[in-house]
Nanobody
Framework: QGRPVESGGGSVQAGGSLRLSCEVS????????MGWYRQAPGQEPEGVATLGTEGTTTYADSVKGRFTISKDNAKKSLYLQMNSLKPEDTAMYYC????????????????????WGRGTEVTVSS
């Protein structure tokens, strides 16, 4: 199966919005927990949001109320709508699927992923 493919990153000013997209392979779409994590230069990865197979969502405290994870079954795609962006949101954002039977949680998705994309870069200026 292919790896996720992210797109939609870019440079925005603080307070702006971006929508990230991720194409997930047909073999895994809907069968596994899917989500996003990010990594800023020189920092450890940070889980951002997850979407479980039953539709349950989880978010990191740092993005609650600002980011929304969603999916489009017809397009087999995962999205991350990011509003009210802050400079501290600057990072490379990765789309990932979680290993079967592992907890679907934004807290440490990057520790349980079995497939992730190359990332899409988000830069927020003050």
């Amino acid at each position: 199966q292919g790896r996720p493919v992210e797109s939609g990153g870019g440079s925005v000013q603080a307070g702006g919005s971006l929508r990230l997209s991720c194409e997930v392979s047909a073999a895994t779409y809907g069968k596994l927990c899917m989500g996003w994590y990010r990594q800023a230069p020189g920092q450890e990865p940070e889980g951002v949001a997850t979407l479980g197979t039953e539709g349950t969502t989880t978010y990191a405290d740092s993005v609650k109320g600002r980011f929304t994870i969603s999916k489009d079954n017809a397009k087999k795609s995962l999205y991350l709508q990011m509003n009210s962006l802050k400079p501290e949101d600057t990072a490379m954002y990765y789309c990932a699927t979680v290993r079967p039977y592992y907890t679907c949680s934004a807290d440490d998705i990057y520790k349980r992923t079995n497939s992730w994309g190359r990332g899409t870069e988000v830069t927020v200026s003050s």
